[in-house]
């Protein structure tokens, strides 16, 4: 992100301040969707974080950390956000299924399809320490600074992440073998 532009928003330019918003934005919400797995709850996270963002960014000691405070930020709301949903024993139902563009495959279908199961399976802070890696690209030192958890918590929720997922993985591998071969 532009140092000079952080700067600025710090200071309380709201010029400044909306063009970061407008760069993070549509990042936030991708970030956050992957993590919370639902289009609404990914818009309030995001939603919050630009709140958050406006109203903490004076107390940010380096403008050079701007994209990991963001993501430290957002992460926060979406743990929030899962440990609310829990607490209330609220378990969301989609109304409506994303209809899948005419030019995939089915064998891409039931790759996204299985990703997705896998993804679900997985514990927020799990997914979290997955997307802000694979799919962020923060590296697990960042990722820890982000969580605010030690680098070696980072590590082993990785690890067990991606052997979580390509065990969901191979378990639907199976079952779409298994019921090719019942017909």
């Known amino acids: 992100m532009d140092r000079t532009l952080v700067e600025r928003a710090q200071s309380g ?11 993070v934005g549509p990042r936030l919400y991708l ?5 919370v797995r639902d289009h609404d709850r990914a818009e309030d ?20 950390r701007f994209d990991a405070w963001v993501h430290r930020l957002l992460v926060r709301f979406c743990l929030q956000d899962d440990r609310r949903t829990r607490r209330a ?25 299985a990703l997705r199961r896998g993804l679900e399976a997985l514990s927020p802070t799990h997914r979290a320490v997955l997307v802000l890696h694979h799919y962020s690209g923060f590296p697990l030192a960042e990722i820890a600074e982000i969580l605010g958890v030690p ?17 969901e993985l191979a378990a639907g591998d199976r079952s779409t073998s298994l019921e090719g071969g019942i017909a």
């Open 151 to 167: 680098y070696g918590t980072v590590g082993s929720r990785l690890h067990h992440a991606v052997r979580a997922l390509r065990a």
């Open 89 to 113: 024993g609220v378990r969301e139902v989609p109304i409506d299924d994303v209809i899948p563009e005419l030019r995939d495959g089915v064998s891409e279908l039931e790759l996204r399809d």
């Open 31 to 35: 970030t956050a969707h992957r993590i």
């Open 13 to 23: 330019d709201r010029e400044a301040y909306e063009a970061l918003a407008r760069a």
């Open 45 to 64: 996270a995001a939603q919050r974080a630009l709140i958050a963002i406006w109203q903490e960014l004076p107390s940010l000691r380096d403008a050079e």
